[in-house]
Nanobody, 125 residues
């Protein structure tokens, strides 16, 4: 049974930083592309960043809204995905989700097969 679990969400002041973690079990982590999404109240879920599987080069992708501020990385030995978030602003307040799909990243939310329950990030102004 596949399990995806996020952690690291918190309340932080504007301009601050957070690092989110996501652990995945029940799958061969190396074979999966991993992504971070977020969803704010009343808004659609948006993909923030994605990293391909090792076989596909671990290429990374970022949404324009977070490019230059967020960094995605993976530790395959520990089946863990990270999202380092810097220079946070109130607009980054949302529930953050980790998701997995085989091989490569795609810009379609529904094509990710496994999802975590989310971790809340709140940025105060």
């Amino acid at each position: 049974q596949v399990q995806v679990v996020e952690s690291g969400g918190d309340l932080v002041q504007a301009g601050g930083s957070l690092r989110l973690s996501c652990t995945a079990s029940g799958l061969t982590f190396d074979d999966y592309a991993m992504a971070w999404f977020r969803q704010a109240p009343g808004k659609e879920r948006e993909r923030l960043s994605c990293i391909n599987s090792i076989r596909w080069g671990s290429n990374t992708y970022y949404a324009d809204a977070v490019k230059g501020r967020f960094t995605i990385s993976r530790n395959n030995a520990e089946n863990t995905l990270y999202l380092q978030m810097n220079n946070l602003g109130p607009e980054d307040t949302a529930m953050y989700y980790c998701a997995a799909r085989l091989n490569v990243c795609v810009p379609v939310t529904d094509r990710f097969n496994f999802w975590g329950q989310g971790t809340q990030v709140t940025v105060s102004s």
